[in-house]
């Protein structure tokens, strides 16, 4: 069972950067693709970045290409992986939950995704 715990999220100015972490454990964590969606207020969950297993294919929304970043660390061991995003030039529309998950392989869409962590709260002001 895999399981994943978000981290790093909090309120922010416009302009302003923030990085979210996901600590992933269990099963072969390290040998899946990771991915981070967002829900904002009233808006269904989007597409904001993922990575494959080896962490050097990385793919973005249109809402993160060009400011956020996307990495991951499996040097830990094969159950334990860290995935972070590194969120620049933050903006009033990007305050959403954002949900880090993980795939068998990467892609844009939810449903490819089988396990999901609970979230983290982003809070941008202008």
């Known amino acids: 069972q895999v399981q994943l715990v978000e981290s790093g999220g909090g309120l922010v100015q416009a302009g302003g950067s923030l990085r979210l972490s996901c600590a992933a454990s269990?099963?072969?964590?390290?040998?899946?693709?990771m991915g981070w969606f967002r829900q904002a207020p009233g808006k269904a969950r989007e597409f904001v970045a993922a990575i494959n297993w080896r962490g050097d294919v990385p793919y973005y929304g249109d809402s993160a290409r060009g400011r956020y970043a996307i990495s991951r660390d499996n040097t830990k061991a094969a159950t334990v992986t860290t995935v972070n995003l590194r969120m620049n030039r933050l903006r009033p529309d990007d305050t959403a939950v954002y949900y880090c998950?993980?795939?068998?392989?990467?892609?844009?869409?939810?449903?490819?995704?089988?396990?999901w962590g609970q979230g983290t709260q982003v809070t941008v002001s202008s």
């Open positions: 269990g099963g072969d964590v390290s040998s899946v693709a």
């Open positions: 998950a993980a795939a068998p392989s990467s892609g844009l869409r939810q449903a490819q995704y089988e396990y």
